[in-house]
Every structure is written in structure tokens, then in C-alpha cells.
């Protein structure tokens, strides 16, 4: 069975970026009630509740049918919250570290020019969902949003990073303007989690290349 990991901040550490009040209605509700959620519907399936969450969404094609939207949905709404948290920090101005820093440079021309494409990708992104940053097949770091809970776990790619694009991330204190909730939330990424994840990424991906851009 899942269960709602703790923060490693304080509700308002987040302040003024993310305010307490949606932190508190994110974790305390919508990550609780998707957690909740996906216990109920795996409640039958004793198998698949003992797969980690990113190895259950990894496998979807797995999961009986008659269950499997519901996992996508609601398992995919508990993975990405418990990614979502550890990839925010108080500790401001941070920037990407060691060879995420330099792939990043690589692939979008610079760290500036990667936070204006990754924000161009999140403004324009219709409706509920996510902007991710992922490592796809071949190695290469891709920039996309995807719709509602889907993750890219769902095209084999491992995801690094994201930004929550849902109204409820924002609405309390930005309202209607996602541009600038999007602006602001670079001053709260957890850049040296996001670099650890993109090593390790790299390592399942290429055993062979571990340490090599
Ligand atoms: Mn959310």
C-alpha cells in the first residue's frame, strides 16, 4: 500500500513563490485524496501494491484492464506529488550541477535558454497536466508537457524534473495567471535533487556510460 510522504519543509518555507495555503490543500488534499485512491483500487491486486509506484506505472500494460485507467490516473497522481515535493526547495537561486549542468547547456544552448523553453512548453500546455524534463531511450533530454497524470515513465523515458500545471498548484494565488506562477517557481527548484535524479537516470539507462556526458 502507498502512503503519503512527508514534506521536507514547511508548509510556508515555499513562501512567497508557493504560498502556504496551497501547499497545505496540495499535500493535505489532492496528494492524500490520489493516494487514497489508488489503495482503494489495487485493494484486490495484492500483487501490484508491492511494486514501487514508478515500477507500477512503468508497467501499465500489465495492469488488468479493467483497472488500468484508474492506475494511470490516480497512481500516476501519486507519483508525480511525491516527485513534485522533492524536486522544490527553500534554498533559493540554486541552478543545475555537474553533467545535468553541462547537457543542459548542450541540448537547449544554456540553463536561460532551457528555463524559457521549459516555460514556453508550460504556458502553452492546455488544460490540467505537466511540463516534464525526461531522459528518454536514447540518452537525450527531452523538454514536453503531457496531459493530466500521464508521466513519460508511460514512453519508457525517465523524468528528471516537472512542473505541476494543474489549477490547483496555483489558482490560490495566481489565479488565472499560470505565466506568472511559472516565472516565479525557478526560484524554488530543488536543483540539486533534479541533478542527482539525471545521474541516475543516465546510470539506468547506460551502465556502461555511468559518468560519461
Ligand atoms: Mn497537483
Redesign the pocket.
Known sequence: MYSLPELLFAYDALEPVIDKETMEV?HKG??KTYVEKINTILSKYSDLQKLPIEELLSRLDDVPAVIRNDVRNQGG?HY??SL?WRTLSPRKGLSPTGELANRIDATFGGFSQFKERFSEIAIKHFGSGYAWLSVNPEGELIAESLPNQDTPLLKNCHPVFLL?L?E??YYLKYRNRRAEFVKAFWEVVNWAEVSERFNKAKVNHFPRQSGVA
Request: hydrophobic letters at 25%.
Open positions: 496540495h489532492h496528494h497522481g508525480t506529488h513534485f505541476d494543474w490547483h498548484a
